[in-house]
């Protein structure tokens, strides 16, 4: 039977019609979840298109960078100024045409894929200690996206923020690949209070702080070790679990170079 | 629903989860959008939607109701080719033709918005379009051209005129 589609023509109608988000199937790109449905991987009862949402946009606030669920990943490429990494990160996804169609939101919805990993910002948000906004059973919540990824089940993302960090870095293992998947990233911030902060995308399940090689990111070949002390690491079709545990090391000592470096 | 195809306003009866690719291809027998991989990974179903170039596969069409969308019959005619049509004639640059309006489109675009000459920039450009007859050096030098403002001589192809001078040699 074919779904029941909605298309929302504001935030507050978006809201309302996703509810608590039971038996609802969100679509932001459609870059994930258009192929699935195609495939008959999905077959939805009830689905809310958020193209007309108007959730859209950057806002640039001081040092608070605001970013709507449905901007377009292409869209980052524009903040090179206010964060580095995140621009650098976006620039590495995928190709132009599906930058521009793949949301932010989206991107940090997605489960993991069954052939590659999926999420690439998750690890620069992370890092950037991002806090996301988002409805649903309960009503609205803002909180971490370490805990936003934990449990975002059920949730509908309104938007991320982000603090403009005083540096930031990203690395990504250069893997030629027909399809433009990333096989493993890291991404480094230098907070404006000091604070180092370390996450990747590429290991089993969502992104990850790297929170031992944070602790001694001064000594960078001693931070490279630990790298893998708080992650799992996963075999897909683009490498093994092996493979991805030798580079992590190398990416987060590259980052923290570059941090060096900068500063 | 409606689109604009290819400048003409076109009512659409398809239902709203329907890609934009079956809708050119199904409802409305345009056939130039190929349907390839269908996930988004090789860029044969891309159209232009206002102006930008997208996966039509990818795309619900209830997303893009009200929009512009062009295929390669709207860049030129047979009589009269866009300057992409005329560079990858004159280059040679399509072979089985299957990725082939899907590069253009994407070629078409990165021109428009003001695209070097530079390889590497088009090769990123065109980084989402997969040609499974690897003619990628043609279809490149055929960009590189059209970017740096070169004009046609269809009726000298570039191989032909290669020969020419290969004979000129000898």
């Not at chain 2, 130039?32 to 891309?46: D, F, L, M, R, Y």
């Amino acid at each position: 039977m074919a779904p029941d589609v909605l298309v929302p023509s504001s935030p507050a109608d978006a809201v309302s019609l996703f509810g608590d988000g039971a038996a609802t199937t969100v679509i932001g790109g459609g870059t994930v979840v258009v192929p699935e449905l195609t495939y008959g991987c999905l077959s939805p009862d009830r689905v809310l298109l958020l193209s007309h949402a108007g959730l859209d946009g950057i806002t640039v606030d001081g040092d608070t960078i605001t970013i709507g669920a449905t901007t377009p990943i292409s869209d980052l490429l524009g903040l090179a100024e206010e964060a580095q990494a995140l621009a650098a990160c976006a620039r590495n996804l995928a190709d132009y045409e599906i930058r521009g169609q793949a949301t932010v939101g989206g991107n940090l919805c997605v489960g993991q894929g069954p052939e590659a990993p999926r999420g690439d910002l998750q690890g620069a948000l992370l890092a950037l200690d991002a806090h996301v906004r988002s409805a649903g059973s309960g009503g609205e919540r803002t909180e971490p996206i370490e805990e936003f990824l934990a449990h975002r089940q059920g949730r509908l993302i309104l938007d991320v923020t982000f603090q403009r960090p005083a540096a930031s870095a990203f690395s990504a293992l250069e893997y030629p690949h027909t399809h433009e998947y990333t096989v493993l990233a890291v991404t480094g911030v230098r907070a404006a209070d000091g604070t180092i902060r370390l996450a990747a995308t590429g290991l089993a399940g969502p992104g990850a702080r790297l929170r031992s090689a944070e602790a001694v990111a001064s000594d960078i070949e001693a931070a490279g070790s630990a790298a893998t002390d708080d992650v799992s690491f996963a075999d897909d079709a683009l490498a093994s679990a092996w493979y991805r545990e030798q580079t992590l090391p190398v990416l987060v000592r590259r980052v923290l170079t570059q941090l060096e470096e900068s500063a | 629903m409606n689109l604009t195809v290819n400048g003409v306003d076109t009512a659409i009866d398809s239902g709203p989860l329907t890609s934009l690719l079956d809708v050119l291809r199904e409802e409305l027998g345009i056939t130039s959008p190929k349907a390839g991989c269908e996930q988004g990974g090789c860029g044969a179903c891309t159209v232009l939607i206002d102006g930008e170039p997208r996966r039509s596969c990818l795309t619900p069409v209830a997303s893009v109701d009200g929009a512009a969308i062009t295929t390669v019959e709207g860049l030129g005619s047979p009589e009269h080719m866009s300057p992409v049509q005329q560079a990858f004639t004159h280059h040679y640059a399509a072979q089985c033709g299957f990725c082939t309006s899907g590069m253009m489109l994407a070629a078409h675009a990165y021109v428009d918005r003001g695209g070097s000459d530079d390889p590497e920039a088009i090769q990123e450009a065109l980084g989402g379009h997969v040609c499974r007859c690897t003619g990628y050096v043609k279809i490149i030098d055929a960009v590189v051209a059209v970017a740096r403002g070169d004009s046609f001589d269809l009726s000298v192809t570039a191989a032909g005129a290669a020969m020419t001078n290969l004979g000129g040699v000898a």
